[in-house]
């Protein structure tokens, strides 16, 4: 299948600073990249979708200026976590779909741990 | 968006066969049923997708009634390797609908 990657693959930071994480679509256009969140033994929960050239749709309770995110192209979305906090620390995960596919591929995710 | 209920978990030894059902009483017309595996600190995997009737592919089969208000993702003589999270989606067909994830559904698989 297609493949998604991520960079970094962790990072942890001090409490204020700001975070990006980078997700790529490698072998294929992605129409529309997906973010989400997933704290420890819970399920994965929906951030925003955003498409190429235009600005993210955000979920309920996804605060748009704290998790700022830019698709400037069909292989790169990217997150960025701003004023980071403790309680901002978690797995976040991308996955890119195209409309010529019927599957979504994640991308590995990215350990996020603020301290 | 349809929601869907699993079991939280489930036991097996290598060698057998699991089954996991998924509800989605709310699933509508044009709504396929997807299932995703995920191992701890990776993201999720595809497993197999389908709309209604039976789908196999080289790892697993997906069993559909009629009414298409649950599915059954069956794995043929599970290992150790795959005891994972398993999840079932319903949304719109294509891979630019947004996919809502529910609890999942932990297959533990003992020797």
């Known amino acids: 299948g297609a493949v998604v990657s991520q960079h970094p693959s962790r990072v942890i930071c001090k409490s204020g600073t700001s975070v990006k994480i980078e997700c790529r679509s490698l072998?294929?256009?992605?129409?529309?990249m997906f973010w989400y969140r997933q704290f420890p033994k819970q399920s994965l929960m929906l951030m925003a979708t955003?498409?190429?050239?235009?600005?993210?749709?955000?979920e309920q309770g996804v605060e748009k200026d704290k998790f700022l995110i830019n698709h400037a192209s069909l292989t790169l979305s990217t997150l960025t976590v701003t004023s980071a906090h403790p309680e901002d620390s978690s797995f976040y995960i991308c996955?890119?779909?195209?409309?010529?596919?019927?599957?979504?591929?994640f991308g590995p995710g990215t350990r996020l741990t603020v301290l | 968006l349809a929601k869907t209920t699993q079991p939280i978990s489930m036991d097996s030894y290598e060698g057998q066969e699991v089954n996991i059902t998924c509800s989605h009483n709310?699933?509508?017309?044009?709504?396929?049923i997807t299932w995703y595996q995920q191992f701890p600190s990776q993201g999720p995997r595809f497993i197999i997708q389908?709309?209604?009737t039976k789908v196999t592919n080289e790892v697993a089969s997906l069993f559909i009634p009629a009414d298409r208000k649950s599915s059954t993702l069956s794995l043929p003589r599970v290992s150790l390797s795959d005891t994972a999270v398993y999840y079932c989606?319903?949304?719109?067909?294509?891979?630019?609908?947004?996919?809502?994830f529910g609890t999942g559904t932990l297959l533990a698989v003992q020797p």
């Open positions: 996955s890119a779909g195209t409309t010529a596919n019927n599957e979504q591929f």
């Open positions: 989606l319903v949304a719109g067909g294509g891979a630019t609908n947004k996919l809502i």
């Open positions: 389908g709309y209604k």
């Open positions: 709310n699933i509508a017309t044009n709504d396929y």
């Open positions: 072998d294929f256009q992605a129409t529309t």
């Open positions: 955003s498409n190429e050239g235009s600005k993210a749709t955000y």
